[in-house]
């Protein structure tokens, strides 16, 4: 099969799943979103290309697989996200989906739906405006503001002064930003994280944050360590990516001092390095594997599945 991966950059992450590929008889290549070159109008049936190769047609591609989205204009994400969804009305999957990828990507809508669905998430208070954010931040007492949007610890910061607290919201209200007020779980610097392809659970990591850092992501120094995860940790993970519609997820699960337990995030795109190198697990080809029945399933619901197995 042919597979376009659509990242911000190649990495550990994209020649991990290259290999996965090779090693099963597929061919894959990435491709960067900026390349996108959508054609519609009278005289085109409608095509998406890529600057980087003319002869790539990713709408001829067997699936495409979406990696990190790189930041830029809201045009720009927008019309990124919205060629996923073309890609996928014109029958070739796509994974994580794009309605995927938009509920995980903002926290709001994240953890919306998770309390909807009945799975426990920390106190949150989401709003635009200053005075609504330090009213949380002082009704909570130690709070994190958070941006919506952001991954790997960024911009994360913790608050338990009312001092602080308005030299942190004021400049962000002058960049109109959404305010996204979470309290703190004293979690003892640790949480751990989930990570499920096709409905199961591939492995799990503790990670511990750094001395004298709260945050746990391995991208900030934290350290990793395989865990055997708690069969009611397991389901509640494995709910927290049905809720979101994830094919593959990293799902954060957190612990309280006093025994509560919580989904902190859902995270549509994950990485795996540290759960990789703590667990020895291919997870690379876990994803793959995945991805590849996704694609047969397909064509055989469709009844195209001698397509496949010609361009297998």
């Known amino acids: 099969m042919n597979i376009v991966i659509l990242s911000s950059h190649t990495?550990?992450?994209?020649?991990?799943?290259?290999?996965?590929?090779?090693?099963?008889?597929?061919?894959?290549?990435?491709?960067?979103?900026?390349?996108?070159?959508?054609?519609?109008?009278?005289?085109?049936?409608?095509?998406?290309?890529?600057?980087?190769?003319?002869?790539?047609?990713?709408?001829?591609?067997?699936?495409?697989?979406?990696?990190?989205?790189?930041?830029?204009?809201?045009?720009?994400?927008?019309?990124?996200?919205?060629?996923?969804?073309?890609?996928?009305?014109?029958?070739?999957?796509?994974?994580?989906?794009?309605r995927t990828i938009e509920r995980c990507v903002d926290k709001f809508y994240t953890t919306a739906l998770l309390q909807e669905a009945g799975i426990p998430v920390p106190e949150t208070v989401v709003c635009e405006g200053a005075a609504a954010a330090l009213d949380a931040c002082r009704a909570m007492g130690d709070a994190i503001v958070k941006p919506i949007f952001g991954s790997l610890g960024r911009g994360m910061i913790r608050v338990t002064d009312p001092e602080v607290a308005l030299r942190v919201v004021e400049p962000l209200e002058q960049v109109s930003s959404v305010f996204y007020v979470q309290r703190t779980i004293d979690h003892g610097g640790r949480?751990?994280?989930?990570?499920?392809?096709g409905g199961r659970v591939v492995g799990a990591i503790e990670r511990i944050a750094p001395a004298g850092e709260w945050r746990t992501n391995v991208a900030r120094g934290g350290a990793v360590k395989a865990i055997d995860l708690l069969p009611a940790w397991a389901e509640m993970a494995l709910s927290a990516a049905a809720v979101v519609g994830a094919d593959y997820a990293g799902v954060d699960v957190l612990q309280s001092r006093d025994g509560e337990v919580f989904v902190l995030e859902v995270n549509g795109i994950p990485g795996w390095k540290g759960l990789q190198q703590a667990t020895g697990i291919d997870v690379a080809g876990t994803i793959v594997e995945h991805l590849i029945e996704r694609v047969r399933n397909t064509r055989q619901a469709s009844g195209l599945s001698g397509v496949t197995e010609q361009r297998a």
Do not use: K
């Open 11 to 98: 990495g550990w992450q994209t020649d991990e799943l290259l290999r996965a590929m090779g090693e099963r008889g597929h061919v894959g290549c990435v491709l960067p979103y900026e390349g996108l070159v959508a054609r519609v109008g009278r005289h085109s049936t409608g095509a998406l290309s890529h600057l980087s190769s003319a002869r790539t047609s990713i709408l001829d591609a067997d699936a495409v697989l979406a990696r990190i989205i790189p930041t830029g204009s809201l045009e720009q994400i927008i019309y990124r996200v919205d060629a996923l969804h073309w890609v996928e009305d014109r029958g070739v999957p796509v994974m994580n989906s794009p």
């Open 191 to 197: 949480d751990v994280r989930v990570f499920i392809v």
